[in-house]
């Protein structure tokens, strides 16, 4: 029975350590020490790390993983990451044994240029780093607007069900920003009120899910007429074209408080 666990690191990060009661796989260790206190307290073995792109929040720890516990390191192949020996792109595959599991490898440029996102449809689990957040996406700080919008066009594609494993906990001001861009949206509202009484029971609200991301992700609905309405009336787009529509919209929320 395979488990995931938030760690949390630094102000807002989680770090997600996959397992099966033994052996663990660790994603975006940006922070060994944390790490290394779930394996012991949990009594686990490390047996992988998976990295999406190379910021230091998502990596920082891999280099003090590994001198303890010489595992191989799965990255981006467009990325230049210390430790990684398992260089992965689009379509590649990654078939773990301990613990039991299988994930293929989505190239999700934008937030950075090499960013990869891991996605198990056995488990419907998706590992997006910083592209797809609940409630939002990443900065561009490498990528164009038309990079994120297929990058999160990918991901929207996956199946509903598919649980969403980000890595930051933005969603409360996330869906602050989305209730801005498009207040009529009624699933969005409840979404609201349901992660605001997580946020004050000191509960993640990651995972999210495709589905739910799609009905209440401005980012995923930039092409929605209430968005496209709202951006025209605050004279923030002269057209309806999408991907000024997602550059708009990107530039909003950059400056949005």
Same mark, same amino acid.
């Given at each position: 029975?395979?488990?995931?666990?938030?760690?949390?690191?630094?102000?807002?990060?989680?770090?997600?350590?996959?397992?099966?009661?033994?052996?663990?796989?660790? %994603?975006?260790?940006?922070?060994?020490?944390?790490?290394?206190?779930?394996?012991?307290?949990?009594?686990?073995?490390?047996?992988?790390?998976l990295?999406?792109?190379?910021?230091?929040?998502?990596?920082?720890?891999?280099?003090?993983?590994?001198? &303890?516990?010489?595992?191989?390191?799965?990255?981006? &192949?467009?990325?230049?990451?210390?430790? %990684?020996?398992?260089?992965?792109?689009?379509?590649?595959?990654?078939?773990?044994?301990?613990?039991?599991?299988?994930?293929?490898?989505?190239?999700?440029?934008?937030?950075? &240029?090499?960013?990869?996102?891991?996605?198990?449809?056995?488990?419907?689990?998706?590992?997006c780093?910083?592209?797809?957040?609940?409630?939002?996406?990443?900065?561009?700080?490498?990528?164009?607007?038309?990079?994120?919008?297929?990058?999160?066009?990918?991901?929207?594609?996956?199946?509903?069900?598919?649980? %969403?494993?980000?890595?930051?906990?933005?969603?409360?001001?996330?869906?602050?920003f989305?209730?801005?861009?498009?207040?009529?949206?009624?699933?969005?509202?409840?979404?609201?009120?349901?992660?605001?009484?997580?946020?004050?029971?000191?509960?993640?609200?990651?995972?999210?899910?495709?589905?739910?991301?799609?009905?209440?992700?401005?980012?995923?609905?930039?092409?929605?007429?209430?968005?496209?309405?709202?951006?025209?009336?605050?004279?923030?787009?002269?057209?309806?074209?999408?991907?000024?529509?997602?550059?708009?919209?990107?530039?909003?929320?950059?400056?949005?408080?």
């Open positions: 029975m395979l488990s995931v666990l938030a760690v949390p690191a630094f102000q807002d990060n989680y770090l997600w350590l996959i397992h099966d009661g033994k052996h663990a796989v660790v %994603v975006d260790p940006g922070d060994a020490a944390p790490i290394l206190d779930a394996l012991a307290r949990l009594n686990l073995s490390l047996s992988a790390i990295l999406t792109h190379h910021h230091a929040d998502h990596v920082g720890g891999v280099g003090e993983l590994t001198d &303890r516990m010489p595992v191989p390191v799965f990255g981006p &192949r467009k990325e230049a990451i210390a430790g %990684v020996n398992r260089p992965l792109g689009e379509g590649d595959h990654v078939s773990l044994n301990e613990p039991r599991l299988d994930f293929d490898v989505i190239e999700v440029p934008g937030h950075t &240029r090499g960013h990869i996102a891991y996605f198990s449809s056995g488990q419907r689990w998706l590992f780093g910083d592209t797809l957040f609940a409630g939002g996406c990443g900065r561009l700080f490498e990528g164009s607007p038309e990079q994120m919008v297929s990058s999160l066009a990918k991901l929207a594609a996956l199946p509903d069900d598919t649980a %969403v494993y980000c890595a930051h906990e933005y969603t409360l001001s996330n869906l602050r989305a209730q801005a861009v498009e207040p009529g949206n009624e699933p969005l509202n409840r979404r609201m009120q349901s992660e605001q009484d997580k946020r004050e029971r000191g509960i993640p609200t990651v995972p999210s899910s495709i589905g739910l991301e799609k009905a209440t992700n401005p980012f995923l609905r930039h092409t929605h007429p209430d968005i496209l309405r709202k951006l025209s009336d605050e004279k923030k787009i002269s057209s309806e074209e999408p991907i000024s529509a997602f550059a708009a919209l990107r530039e909003w929320k950059n400056n949005f408080r």
